[in-house]
Protein backbone atom coordinates (compact mmCIF):
# COMPACT_ATOMS: atom_id res chain seq x y z
CA UNK A 1 0.00 0.00 0.00
CA UNK A 2 1.21 3.34 -0.99
CA UNK A 3 0.82 6.51 0.89
CA UNK A 4 1.35 10.15 -0.19
CA UNK A 5 0.65 12.42 2.70
CA UNK A 6 -0.82 16.26 1.49
CA UNK A 7 -0.15 19.11 3.54
CA UNK A 8 -2.97 20.40 5.23
CA UNK A 9 -4.77 23.70 3.39
CA UNK A 10 -5.08 26.54 4.86
CA UNK A 11 -9.15 26.42 4.96
CA UNK A 12 -11.74 27.52 7.39
CA UNK A 13 -11.93 23.50 8.52
CA UNK A 14 -8.72 21.65 8.47
CA UNK A 15 -9.11 18.50 7.25
CA UNK A 16 -5.99 15.57 6.72
CA UNK A 17 -5.99 13.76 3.43
CA UNK A 18 -4.73 10.79 2.43
CA UNK A 19 -4.43 9.12 -0.87
CA UNK A 20 -4.47 5.51 -1.08
CA UNK A 21 -3.17 3.80 -3.89
CA UNK A 22 -3.39 -0.08 -3.66
CA UNK A 23 -0.79 -2.11 -5.62
CA UNK A 24 -1.15 -5.88 -5.72
CA UNK A 25 2.91 -6.51 -5.66
CA UNK A 26 3.11 -4.51 -2.33
CA UNK A 27 4.91 -6.29 0.38
CA UNK A 28 2.59 -6.61 3.97
CA UNK A 29 4.49 -5.09 7.07
CA UNK A 30 3.97 -5.08 10.57
CA UNK A 31 5.21 -3.05 13.29
CA UNK A 32 7.06 -4.87 15.76
CA UNK A 33 8.87 -2.71 18.62
CA UNK A 34 8.86 -0.04 16.42
CA UNK A 35 10.68 -1.99 13.30
CA UNK A 36 8.45 -2.62 10.29
CA UNK A 37 9.31 -6.62 10.04
CA UNK A 38 7.15 -8.86 7.00
CA UNK A 39 4.37 -11.32 7.79
CA UNK A 40 5.42 -14.60 8.88
CA UNK A 41 5.53 -16.97 6.31
CA UNK A 42 2.67 -19.64 6.24
CA UNK A 43 3.31 -22.86 4.43
CA UNK A 44 1.02 -23.40 0.81
CA UNK A 45 -2.37 -24.82 0.84
CA UNK A 46 -4.60 -26.55 -1.12
CA UNK A 47 -8.33 -27.55 -1.66
CA UNK A 48 -9.43 -30.74 -2.36
CA UNK A 49 -12.03 -30.78 -4.00
CA UNK A 50 -14.11 -34.15 -3.61
CA UNK A 51 -16.48 -36.17 -6.05
CA UNK A 52 -20.40 -34.96 -5.49
CA UNK A 53 -21.47 -36.73 -2.24
CA UNK A 54 -18.18 -38.30 -1.26
CA UNK A 55 -17.66 -38.57 2.13
CA UNK A 56 -14.84 -36.60 3.72
CA UNK A 57 -13.58 -38.66 6.54
CA UNK A 58 -12.08 -41.54 4.20
CA UNK A 59 -10.37 -39.39 1.87
CA UNK A 60 -9.06 -37.53 4.98
CA UNK A 61 -7.52 -40.11 5.88
CA UNK A 62 -5.75 -41.09 3.08
CA UNK A 63 -4.58 -37.33 2.58
CA UNK A 64 -2.34 -37.87 6.26
CA UNK A 65 -1.27 -41.51 5.24
CA UNK A 66 1.29 -40.13 1.58
CA UNK A 67 4.13 -39.40 4.38
CA UNK A 68 4.62 -35.41 2.31
CA UNK A 69 6.48 -32.85 4.15
CA UNK A 70 4.89 -31.01 6.85
CA UNK A 71 1.36 -31.43 6.43
CA UNK A 72 -1.39 -30.46 8.28
CA UNK A 73 -5.19 -31.05 7.83
CA UNK A 74 -6.69 -27.84 8.22
CA UNK A 75 -10.61 -28.13 7.64
CA UNK A 76 -13.29 -30.06 6.00
CA UNK A 77 -16.69 -28.94 4.83
CA UNK A 78 -19.16 -31.57 4.47
CA UNK A 79 -21.69 -29.19 2.40
CA UNK A 80 -19.54 -27.91 -0.05
CA UNK A 81 -17.16 -31.05 -0.37
CA UNK A 82 -13.90 -29.07 0.33
CA UNK A 83 -11.05 -29.77 2.26
CA UNK A 84 -7.94 -27.53 2.89
CA UNK A 85 -4.75 -28.86 4.17
CA UNK A 86 -1.31 -27.21 4.25
CA UNK A 87 2.21 -28.21 2.43
CA UNK A 88 5.05 -27.18 1.21
CA UNK A 89 5.90 -30.28 -0.30
CA UNK A 90 5.45 -30.03 -4.49
CA UNK A 91 4.72 -33.21 -4.87
CA UNK A 92 1.63 -33.34 -2.57
CA UNK A 93 -1.16 -32.34 -5.61
CA UNK A 94 0.00 -35.22 -7.55
CA UNK A 95 -0.41 -37.96 -4.68
CA UNK A 96 -3.43 -36.41 -3.49
CA UNK A 97 -5.25 -36.61 -6.66
CA UNK A 98 -5.10 -40.47 -6.71
CA UNK A 99 -6.95 -40.79 -3.85
CA UNK A 100 -10.31 -41.95 -4.53
CA UNK A 101 -13.31 -39.83 -4.53
CA UNK A 102 -10.91 -36.88 -5.33
CA UNK A 103 -11.97 -34.85 -8.39
CA UNK A 104 -9.49 -32.48 -8.41
CA UNK A 105 -6.76 -30.60 -5.69
CA UNK A 106 -5.33 -27.20 -6.26
CA UNK A 107 -3.50 -23.95 -4.71
CA UNK A 108 -5.29 -22.30 -2.38
CA UNK A 109 -4.07 -19.24 -4.37
CA UNK A 110 -3.45 -16.44 -2.44
CA UNK A 111 -4.27 -12.63 -3.64
CA UNK A 112 -4.37 -9.03 -2.14
CA UNK A 113 -7.93 -8.49 -2.44
CA UNK A 114 -8.27 -5.04 -1.61
CA UNK A 115 -9.68 -3.29 -4.44
CA UNK A 116 -7.52 0.17 -5.78
CA UNK A 117 -9.62 3.58 -4.66
CA UNK A 118 -8.66 6.71 -3.19
CA UNK A 119 -9.65 7.53 0.45
CA UNK A 120 -9.75 11.06 2.16
CA UNK A 121 -10.58 12.03 6.18
CA UNK A 122 -12.21 14.85 7.27
CA UNK A 123 -12.65 16.25 10.90
CA UNK A 124 -16.26 17.08 11.81
CA UNK A 125 -17.53 20.31 11.04
CA UNK A 126 -18.55 22.16 13.95
CA UNK A 127 -21.98 22.07 14.66
CA UNK A 128 -23.17 25.76 13.92
CA UNK A 129 -21.72 25.22 10.06
CA UNK A 130 -24.57 25.62 7.78
CA UNK A 131 -25.26 23.46 5.37
CA UNK A 132 -25.67 24.23 1.33
CA UNK A 133 -26.48 20.52 0.32
CA UNK A 134 -29.83 18.83 -0.24
CA UNK A 135 -30.64 17.09 2.95
CA UNK A 136 -32.23 13.26 2.75
CA UNK A 137 -35.90 13.44 3.83
CA UNK A 138 -36.35 11.25 6.73
CA UNK A 139 -33.37 11.26 8.07
CA UNK A 140 -32.13 13.67 10.60
CA UNK A 141 -28.33 12.85 10.38
CA UNK A 142 -25.99 16.04 9.65
CA UNK A 143 -23.90 14.10 7.41
CA UNK A 144 -26.46 12.88 5.14
CA UNK A 145 -26.32 15.85 2.94
CA UNK A 146 -23.00 14.18 1.80
CA UNK A 147 -24.54 11.23 0.91
CA UNK A 148 -25.72 11.88 -2.52
CA UNK A 149 -25.24 8.21 -2.53
CA UNK A 150 -28.75 7.66 -1.21
CA UNK A 151 -30.50 10.01 -3.48
CA UNK A 152 -28.53 8.24 -6.25
CA UNK A 153 -30.68 4.85 -5.73
CA UNK A 154 -33.60 6.11 -4.19
CA UNK A 155 -33.18 5.26 -0.49
CA UNK A 156 -35.41 8.04 0.49
CA UNK A 157 -38.47 6.92 -1.59
CA UNK A 158 -38.36 3.61 0.09
CA UNK A 159 -37.74 4.63 3.57
CA UNK A 160 -40.80 6.96 3.28
CA UNK A 161 -42.91 3.77 1.99
CA UNK A 162 -42.02 2.25 5.63
CA UNK A 163 -39.06 -0.19 4.35
CA UNK A 164 -35.71 0.13 6.57
CA UNK A 165 -34.52 -3.10 6.68
CA UNK A 166 -36.09 -4.04 9.94
CA UNK A 167 -35.80 -8.19 9.80
CA UNK A 168 -33.36 -8.66 8.08
CA UNK A 169 -29.49 -9.12 8.11
CA UNK A 170 -26.60 -8.62 6.30
CA UNK A 171 -23.21 -10.08 6.20
CA UNK A 172 -20.22 -7.78 5.56
CA UNK A 173 -17.36 -9.97 4.03
CA UNK A 174 -14.36 -8.16 4.60
CA UNK A 175 -11.30 -6.95 6.21
CA UNK A 176 -10.90 -5.93 9.91
CA UNK A 177 -13.85 -4.05 11.47
CA UNK A 178 -15.06 -1.26 14.26
CA UNK A 179 -16.89 -3.13 16.42
CA UNK A 180 -17.58 -0.13 19.17
CA UNK A 181 -17.84 2.84 16.34
CA UNK A 182 -21.39 4.11 17.27
CA UNK A 183 -22.74 4.29 14.29
CA UNK A 184 -23.03 0.40 13.25
CA UNK A 185 -22.16 -1.05 16.96
CA UNK A 186 -26.27 -1.77 17.83
CA UNK A 187 -26.85 -2.98 14.51
CA UNK A 188 -23.96 -5.86 14.86
CA UNK A 189 -25.07 -8.93 15.75
CA UNK A 190 -22.01 -11.50 14.86
CA UNK A 191 -18.40 -11.03 14.09
CA UNK A 192 -16.07 -13.63 12.81
CA UNK A 193 -12.68 -13.82 11.99
CA UNK A 194 -10.93 -16.39 9.43
CA UNK A 195 -7.70 -15.04 9.33
CA UNK A 196 -5.21 -16.68 11.70
CA UNK A 197 -3.94 -14.85 14.09
CA UNK A 198 -6.38 -11.89 13.33
CA UNK A 199 -8.89 -10.74 15.13
CA UNK A 200 -12.71 -9.04 13.58
CA UNK A 201 -11.60 -5.70 14.96
CA UNK A 202 -9.25 -3.82 12.60
CA UNK A 203 -5.65 -2.68 13.68
CA UNK A 204 -4.10 -1.81 10.29
CA UNK A 205 -1.39 0.90 9.83
CA UNK A 206 -3.15 3.20 7.46
CA UNK A 207 -6.24 4.04 9.75
CA UNK A 208 -8.81 3.29 7.34
CA UNK A 209 -11.27 0.65 7.87
CA UNK A 210 -12.85 -0.48 4.54
CA UNK A 211 -14.85 -3.09 6.03
CA UNK A 212 -16.61 -0.57 8.42
CA UNK A 213 -16.87 2.40 5.46
CA UNK A 214 -18.66 -0.58 3.70
CA UNK A 215 -20.75 -1.54 6.96
CA UNK A 216 -21.36 1.75 7.46
CA UNK A 217 -23.02 2.42 4.15
CA UNK A 218 -25.61 -0.46 4.51
CA UNK A 219 -26.58 0.02 7.67
CA UNK A 220 -25.58 2.69 9.66
CA UNK A 221 -28.02 3.87 11.95
CA UNK A 222 -30.06 6.52 11.95
CA UNK A 223 -29.93 8.50 15.17
CA UNK A 224 -29.49 12.28 14.44
CA UNK A 225 -25.75 11.73 14.03
CA UNK A 226 -23.22 11.26 11.75
CA UNK A 227 -24.64 9.49 8.62
CA UNK A 228 -27.42 6.77 7.40
CA UNK A 229 -27.44 3.27 5.99
CA UNK A 230 -29.26 2.40 3.20
CA UNK A 231 -31.13 -0.14 5.37
CA UNK A 232 -30.40 1.44 8.53
CA UNK A 233 -32.82 -0.91 10.62
CA UNK A 234 -31.16 -4.45 9.13
CA UNK A 235 -28.60 -6.06 11.25
CA UNK A 236 -24.88 -6.63 10.62
CA UNK A 237 -22.79 -10.17 10.45
CA UNK A 238 -19.42 -9.01 9.87
CA UNK A 239 -17.16 -11.63 9.11
CA UNK A 240 -13.33 -11.25 8.53
CA UNK A 241 -11.66 -12.47 5.33
CA UNK A 242 -9.34 -10.74 4.67
CA UNK A 243 -5.97 -9.75 6.68
CA UNK A 244 -5.74 -6.01 7.70
CA UNK A 245 -3.05 -5.08 5.08
CA UNK A 246 -6.18 -6.79 2.42
CA UNK A 247 -4.45 -10.29 1.46
CA UNK A 248 -5.73 -12.86 2.01
CA UNK A 249 -6.52 -17.21 0.83
CA UNK A 250 -9.48 -17.92 -1.59
CA UNK A 251 -10.17 -20.50 1.09
CA UNK A 252 -11.26 -17.56 3.75
CA UNK A 253 -13.79 -16.21 1.26
CA UNK A 254 -15.69 -19.98 0.93
CA UNK A 255 -15.38 -20.25 4.35
CA UNK A 256 -17.26 -16.63 4.95
CA UNK A 257 -19.95 -17.29 2.55
CA UNK A 258 -20.37 -20.90 4.17
CA UNK A 259 -20.61 -19.00 7.69
CA UNK A 260 -22.83 -16.33 6.82
CA UNK A 261 -25.14 -18.15 4.97
CA UNK A 262 -25.38 -20.87 7.58
CA UNK A 263 -26.30 -17.84 10.07
CA UNK A 264 -29.20 -16.69 8.19
CA UNK A 265 -27.80 -14.37 6.10
CA UNK A 266 -30.62 -12.72 3.84
CA UNK A 267 -27.36 -11.43 1.88
CA UNK A 268 -23.85 -11.44 1.89
CA UNK A 269 -21.73 -8.44 0.84
CA UNK A 270 -18.09 -9.22 -0.40
CA UNK A 271 -16.33 -5.60 -1.60
CA UNK A 272 -13.21 -7.19 -2.72
CA UNK A 273 -11.63 -8.38 -5.42
CA UNK A 274 -9.20 -10.48 -6.59
CA UNK A 275 -7.96 -11.59 -10.87
CA UNK A 276 -7.61 -14.72 -11.35
CA UNK A 277 -5.35 -15.43 -14.17
CA UNK A 278 -6.27 -17.33 -17.39
CA UNK A 279 -2.78 -18.72 -17.82
CA UNK A 280 0.06 -21.07 -16.24
CA UNK A 281 2.28 -19.08 -13.98
CA UNK A 282 4.60 -20.51 -10.65
CA UNK A 283 3.66 -19.58 -7.56
CA UNK A 284 7.25 -19.62 -5.60
CA UNK A 285 5.29 -20.37 -1.97
CA UNK A 286 6.94 -17.12 -0.78
CA UNK A 287 10.32 -18.24 -0.90
CA UNK A 288 12.05 -16.74 -4.05
CA UNK A 289 15.63 -18.39 -2.95
CA UNK A 290 14.22 -22.00 -2.51
CA UNK A 291 13.41 -23.22 -5.94
CA UNK A 292 12.50 -27.26 -3.90
CA UNK A 293 8.78 -25.89 -2.53
CA UNK A 294 7.82 -23.72 -5.84
CA UNK A 295 5.12 -25.23 -7.97
CA UNK A 296 3.41 -24.51 -11.31
CA UNK A 297 -0.09 -23.51 -11.24
CA UNK A 298 -1.70 -24.71 -14.47
CA UNK A 299 -4.74 -22.79 -16.03
CA UNK A 300 -6.44 -25.84 -17.42
CA UNK A 301 -6.47 -27.55 -13.97
CA UNK A 302 -5.40 -25.22 -10.87
CA UNK A 303 -7.13 -22.01 -11.62
CA UNK A 304 -10.43 -23.98 -13.42
CA UNK A 305 -10.86 -25.95 -10.32
CA UNK A 306 -10.39 -23.16 -7.93
CA UNK A 307 -13.56 -21.68 -9.72
CA UNK A 308 -15.52 -24.49 -9.11
CA UNK A 309 -14.54 -24.40 -5.39
CA UNK A 310 -16.14 -20.97 -5.07
CA UNK A 311 -19.34 -21.64 -7.57
CA UNK A 312 -20.06 -24.47 -4.97
CA UNK A 313 -19.95 -22.15 -2.10
CA UNK A 314 -21.75 -19.16 -4.12
CA UNK A 315 -24.38 -21.70 -5.24
CA UNK A 316 -25.14 -23.24 -2.17
CA UNK A 317 -25.61 -20.05 -0.70
CA UNK A 318 -28.61 -19.26 -3.45
CA UNK A 319 -30.09 -22.46 -2.96
CA UNK A 320 -30.45 -21.50 1.13
CA UNK A 321 -32.06 -18.19 -0.40
CA UNK A 322 -29.09 -15.76 0.71
CA UNK A 323 -28.28 -13.45 -1.99
CA UNK A 324 -24.62 -12.57 -3.17
CA UNK A 325 -23.27 -9.40 -4.36
CA UNK A 326 -19.53 -8.52 -5.40
CA UNK A 327 -18.23 -5.57 -6.59
CA UNK A 328 -16.85 -5.50 -10.26
CA UNK A 329 -13.32 -4.44 -9.56
CA UNK A 330 -11.54 -0.59 -10.03
CA UNK A 331 -8.84 -0.99 -13.10
CA UNK A 332 -10.94 -0.27 -15.79
CA UNK A 333 -11.02 -3.14 -17.28
CA UNK A 334 -13.44 -4.19 -19.94
CA UNK A 335 -14.26 -7.93 -19.12
CA UNK A 336 -16.31 -8.48 -22.92
CA UNK A 337 -12.64 -8.11 -24.81
CA UNK A 338 -9.93 -8.67 -21.31
CA UNK A 339 -8.93 -12.52 -22.26
CA UNK A 340 -5.75 -12.46 -19.39
CA UNK A 341 -7.50 -12.68 -16.44
CA UNK A 342 -11.08 -12.32 -14.55
CA UNK A 343 -11.66 -10.77 -11.60
CA UNK A 344 -13.67 -12.98 -8.82
CA UNK A 345 -15.88 -13.80 -7.06
CA UNK A 346 -18.06 -10.89 -8.89
CA UNK A 347 -17.87 -13.64 -12.33
CA UNK A 348 -19.04 -16.38 -9.96
CA UNK A 349 -21.99 -18.31 -10.29
CA UNK A 350 -25.32 -16.94 -8.36
CA UNK A 351 -22.95 -13.39 -7.57
CA UNK A 352 -24.51 -10.07 -8.86
CA UNK A 353 -21.44 -7.92 -9.87
CA UNK A 354 -21.99 -4.49 -8.95
CA UNK A 355 -20.47 -1.54 -11.54
CA UNK A 356 -19.56 1.96 -10.11
CA UNK A 357 -20.69 5.16 -11.32
CA UNK A 358 -21.14 8.59 -9.65
CA UNK A 359 -21.52 12.84 -10.44
CA UNK A 360 -18.41 14.93 -11.47
CA UNK A 361 -19.10 18.43 -10.01
CA UNK A 362 -21.55 17.46 -7.52
CA UNK A 363 -19.29 19.49 -5.05
CA UNK A 364 -20.40 22.59 -7.18
CA UNK A 365 -23.80 21.68 -8.31
CA UNK A 366 -26.05 19.09 -6.01
CA UNK A 367 -28.68 18.88 -9.06
CA UNK A 368 -25.92 17.92 -11.18
CA UNK A 369 -26.42 13.81 -12.42
CA UNK A 370 -25.29 11.10 -10.40
CA UNK A 371 -25.25 8.58 -12.94
CA UNK A 372 -21.57 9.02 -14.79
CA UNK A 373 -19.97 5.77 -15.34
CA UNK A 374 -17.13 5.89 -12.93
CA UNK A 375 -13.46 5.89 -14.55
CA UNK A 376 -12.03 3.08 -12.81
CA UNK A 377 -15.10 0.64 -13.13
CA UNK A 378 -14.47 -2.48 -14.36
CA UNK A 379 -17.25 -3.17 -17.36
CA UNK A 380 -18.81 -5.55 -19.69
CA UNK A 381 -22.30 -6.82 -20.66
CA UNK A 382 -21.38 -10.31 -19.49
CA UNK A 383 -20.05 -9.50 -16.35
CA UNK A 384 -21.64 -6.49 -14.91
CA UNK A 385 -25.03 -7.58 -13.27
CA UNK A 386 -26.15 -3.82 -12.68
CA UNK A 387 -24.66 -0.23 -11.73
CA UNK A 388 -24.77 1.35 -8.07
CA UNK A 389 -23.11 4.69 -7.00
CA UNK A 390 -19.85 4.06 -6.10
CA UNK A 391 -18.03 7.41 -6.31
CA UNK A 392 -16.20 9.20 -9.45
CA UNK A 393 -13.83 11.52 -10.86
CA UNK A 394 -12.00 12.82 -13.78
CA UNK A 395 -8.05 13.30 -14.93
CA UNK A 396 -6.94 15.87 -14.11
CA UNK A 397 -8.70 16.67 -10.82
CA UNK A 398 -11.25 19.46 -10.24
CA UNK A 399 -9.17 20.94 -7.56
CA UNK A 400 -11.48 24.06 -7.60
CA UNK A 401 -11.98 24.50 -3.84
CA UNK A 402 -15.86 24.53 -2.31
CA UNK A 403 -17.72 23.96 0.92
CA UNK A 404 -20.71 21.84 1.21
CA UNK A 405 -22.33 20.95 4.58
CA UNK A 406 -19.75 22.69 6.20
CA UNK A 407 -16.77 21.02 4.73
CA UNK A 408 -14.45 23.07 2.92
CA UNK A 409 -12.24 21.02 0.10
CA UNK A 410 -11.19 20.57 -3.12
CA UNK A 411 -14.33 19.69 -5.12
CA UNK A 412 -13.44 16.16 -6.42
CA UNK A 413 -13.59 14.42 -2.75
CA UNK A 414 -17.67 15.30 -2.65
CA UNK A 415 -17.48 12.86 -5.86
CA UNK A 416 -17.07 10.20 -3.38
CA UNK A 417 -18.72 7.93 -0.94
CA UNK A 418 -18.72 9.31 2.23
CA UNK A 419 -19.19 7.30 5.56
CA UNK A 420 -17.37 6.17 8.80
CA UNK A 421 -13.96 3.92 8.99
CA UNK A 422 -11.46 5.93 9.91
CA UNK A 423 -9.68 5.37 13.39
CA UNK A 424 -6.74 6.41 15.71
CA UNK A 425 -5.92 3.42 17.48
CA UNK A 426 -3.93 5.45 19.75
CA UNK A 427 -6.57 7.82 20.73
CA UNK A 428 -9.63 5.78 19.90
CA UNK A 429 -11.35 8.41 17.80
CA UNK A 430 -13.17 7.78 15.50
CA UNK A 431 -13.67 9.57 11.96
CA UNK A 432 -15.69 10.17 8.91
CA UNK A 433 -13.93 10.47 5.30
CA UNK A 434 -14.64 9.45 1.34
CA UNK A 435 -14.04 6.58 -0.79
CA UNK A 436 -14.34 5.55 -4.31
CA UNK A 437 -14.71 2.16 -5.70
CA UNK A 438 -16.81 -0.44 -6.76
CA UNK A 439 -16.55 -1.69 -3.05
CA UNK A 440 -18.64 1.59 -2.17
CA UNK A 441 -21.09 0.34 -5.24
CA UNK A 442 -21.66 -3.07 -4.39
CA UNK A 443 -22.64 -1.98 -0.49
CA UNK A 444 -25.54 0.61 -1.60
CA UNK A 445 -26.67 -2.52 -3.97
CA UNK A 446 -26.82 -4.85 -0.83
CA UNK A 447 -28.84 -2.31 1.64
CA UNK A 448 -31.37 -1.90 -1.33
CA UNK A 449 -31.49 -5.96 -1.66
CA UNK A 450 -32.12 -5.99 2.43
CA UNK A 451 -35.09 -4.04 1.93
CA UNK A 452 -36.57 -6.11 -0.27
CA UNK A 453 -36.29 -8.61 2.34
CA UNK A 454 -37.77 -6.60 5.10
CA UNK A 455 -40.61 -6.23 3.19
CA UNK A 456 -40.95 -9.95 2.10
CA UNK A 457 -40.96 -12.92 4.33
CA UNK A 458 -40.10 -15.61 1.27
CA UNK A 459 -37.86 -13.68 -0.89
CA UNK A 460 -34.81 -15.59 -2.59
CA UNK A 461 -32.32 -14.83 -4.90
CA UNK A 462 -34.55 -15.45 -7.72
CA UNK A 463 -37.31 -12.94 -6.78
CA UNK A 464 -34.37 -10.37 -5.71
CA UNK A 465 -33.17 -10.68 -9.67
CA UNK A 466 -36.79 -10.15 -10.84
CA UNK A 467 -37.65 -7.41 -9.13
CA UNK A 468 -34.22 -5.62 -9.78
CA UNK A 469 -34.75 -6.15 -13.35
CA UNK A 470 -38.66 -4.70 -13.18
CA UNK A 471 -37.05 -1.54 -10.96
CA UNK A 472 -34.03 -0.92 -12.36
CA UNK A 473 -33.07 2.48 -14.38
CA UNK A 474 -32.09 1.79 -17.87
CA UNK A 475 -29.20 4.88 -17.76
CA UNK A 476 -26.76 3.51 -20.45
CA UNK A 477 -26.76 2.11 -24.02
CA UNK A 478 -30.56 0.72 -24.19
CA UNK A 479 -31.36 -2.88 -22.71
CA UNK A 480 -28.42 -4.57 -21.02
CA UNK A 481 -24.96 -2.44 -21.51
CA UNK A 482 -21.36 -2.47 -20.72
CA UNK A 483 -21.30 -0.35 -17.24
CA UNK A 484 -25.29 -0.75 -15.98
CA UNK A 485 -25.87 -4.35 -16.35
CA UNK A 486 -29.63 -4.82 -16.39
CA UNK A 487 -29.90 -1.09 -14.92
CA UNK A 488 -29.46 1.34 -11.88
CA UNK A 489 -30.41 -0.06 -8.54
CA UNK A 490 -33.40 1.94 -7.75
CA UNK A 491 -34.47 0.84 -4.12
CA UNK A 492 -37.74 3.28 -3.68
CA UNK A 493 -39.20 1.60 -7.46
CA UNK A 494 -38.27 -2.27 -5.53
CA UNK A 495 -40.22 -1.79 -2.71
CA UNK A 496 -43.15 -0.91 -4.91
CA UNK A 497 -43.23 -4.51 -6.42
Known amino acids: MKRHRLLPLALPLMLLMTVASCRKDDKTLRVRDGVLTPQ ?24 TQLRVRNFKLKSANQELGLIRVQTPDPSFPEKARKIADVQSVVVDVVLNWRLPEKTFRANKPSSNAVSNAKSNPLANNPFSALQ ?14 GYRGRGTKVAVLDGGFLLNNPEIKPNIILTHSFIEGEEVQYHG ?14 AAIDDANGVVGVAPEAKLILVKVLNDAGSGPFSSIIDGIFYATNHNADVINMSLG ?54 AGNDAYNYDVEKRFITYPAAALGVISIASNGPLGWGINQDTTLYLPSIFTNHGKNFVSYGAPGGNYSIPLNTQIVTVAGITYFEYVFDFIFNIGFWDEETNEYGYGWSSGTSMAA ?23 LILRKSSNDYGAPGRDPFFGNGQINAGKAVSY
Open 148 to 161: WGLQSIKAPQAWSK
Open 443 to 465: PHASAAIALLYGKHKNMNPLLVE
Open 274 to 327: GELPRKTFTDDNGTPDDPSDDYVVEYNRDVKDLIIAINRATLYANLRGTTVVAA
Open 205 to 218: LEGFSHGSHVAGTI
Open 40 to 63: KHQDRSFLIIAKEGAKLEGISESL
